[in-house]
């Protein structure tokens, strides 16, 4: 068996070797001392996936820019690079754009096309951490979305993980809180098609334990982006102030009251706002609650497909679930227990409980 990447070793190791070797991160401490709150959110799904098109609705020139999904943090920057271009054939260079939601996806579009010139303002009723985006944890891993399966469709899907990769990889990571993790998943964990084969992630290595103390069997283990949220939202944000982006804080009961603003083109990035401001039916919510525990430095995440733990630097968040069509966004004690149960099992009395 291959037991890559510990401090950049990479070669073929017994069993016995693996065991010494691998056991050398801390579990977590689980233990009710250790909670300090439960949250909830909404994901902002689409039957039909992505909508990245143009619309003209009364004098505005719309283009549409959500659907982001379980995935908004990990693909934000490559769908907006797919957009930037849509914009600019509707406007002249250096004209005025309106950007509406300030979440990952209306911060990142406003942030490259204010670096294209354009004066933007983000016109939002929430911005940064105040929006869904903070809720994630986020992880860099394109799920939780249809990017369909066609021929053209796979070609966009990569084109959009890869730039995207690209982009939060060439960003300082310690100024937007991004890091490379390792990732261990159980045996029997779902996947989702398509993680691994725009070939960005290396495809997971299979392993028979992990380096942490745990009573679950191990299956494999894989490297990621890991997105400190936060951080990365109040960077961006930083970003786009230093750049002269104007915010406006605006709530819109429907589309006709954008004709009242100043910019003649307008990037929608309301996600599931674009149900009611927009009439789009195929966006649903994807409803996940979250327990955020003290912060623990452990350096490793783990992923059991919507149940997972991930160490962001302001809370050791353990995941969750997925629930389709739910749009109650308060965490209920069910699912809390739930949450607590399985990450207390997982890792036995390793984690200072029972
Ligand atoms: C529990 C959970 C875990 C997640 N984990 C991950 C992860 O590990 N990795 C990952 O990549 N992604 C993850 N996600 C998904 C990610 O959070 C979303 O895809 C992303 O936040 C979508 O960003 P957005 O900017 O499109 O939407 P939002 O962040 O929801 O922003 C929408 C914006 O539009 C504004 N708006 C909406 N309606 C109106 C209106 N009528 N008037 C004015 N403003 C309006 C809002 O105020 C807000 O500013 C997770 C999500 C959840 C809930």
Request: glycine fraction near 12%.
């Amino acid at each position: 068996m291959r037991l890559a990447g510990y401090g950049g070793v990479s070669r073929v190791l017994d069993r016995e070797c693996i065991m010494t070797s691998t056991i050398s991160r801390p579990a977590p401490q689980l233990g009710d001392d250790q909670i300090v709150r439960a949250i909830c959110g909404l994901r902002p799904c689409r039957h039909g996936g992505l909508r990245l098109e143009t619309e003209q609705l009364g004098e505005k020139r719309v283009v549409h820019h959500y659907g982001h999904g379980g995935c908004g943090v990990t693909i934000a920057f490559g769908t907006t690079s797919l957009i930037v271009p849509m914009v600019e054939s509707e406007c002249d260079a250096k004209e005025p754009v309106g950007v509406l939601g300030g979440g990952v996806v209306g911060l990142v579009t406003a942030l490259s096309l204010a670096r294209r010139g354009h004066p933007v303002t983000i016109y939002a009723d929430k911005v940064g951490t105040e929006t869904t985006s903070v809720i994630a944890g986020a992880i860099w891993l394109p799920v939780g979305i249809e990017f369909g399966t066609s021929p053209t469709e796979l070609q966009r899907r990569d084109e959009i993980l890869h730039r995207s990769f690209e982009t939060l990889k060439s960003l300082d990571p310690r100024r937007y809180g991004i890091e490379s993790l390792d990732v261990y998943e159980p045996k029997g964990t779902q996947t989702e098609e398509g993680l691994f084969s725009p070939g960005l992630i290396e495809e997971p290595e299979l392993i028979d334990s992990f380096p942490f103390p745990c009573v679950t069997a191990a299956e494999r283990r894989f490297r990621t982006l890991y997105i400190h949220t936060p951080r990365f939202l109040r960077t961006l944000i930083e970003d786009l102030r230093s750049l002269g982006v104007r915010f406006v804080t605006a709530r819109f009961g429907s589309h006709t009251e954008l004709q009242s603003l100043d910019e003649s083109v307008i990037v929608n990035c309301t996600a599931l706002g674009s149900r009611t401001l927009f009439g789009d039916d195929a966006i649903y919510p994807a409803r996940g609650v979250l327990v955020h525990m003290k912060p623990q430095d452990l350096g490793y995440c783990v992923h059991d497909g919507y149940k997972y733990m991930f160490p962001r630097e302001d809370a050791l968040i353990l995941g969750g679930c997925f629930q389709p069509d739910r749009d109650d966004d308060r965490p209920d004690d069910e699912m809390i227990r739930e949450i607590l149960g399985h990450h207390r099992r997982f890792f036995g009395s390793a984690c200072g409980v029972g």
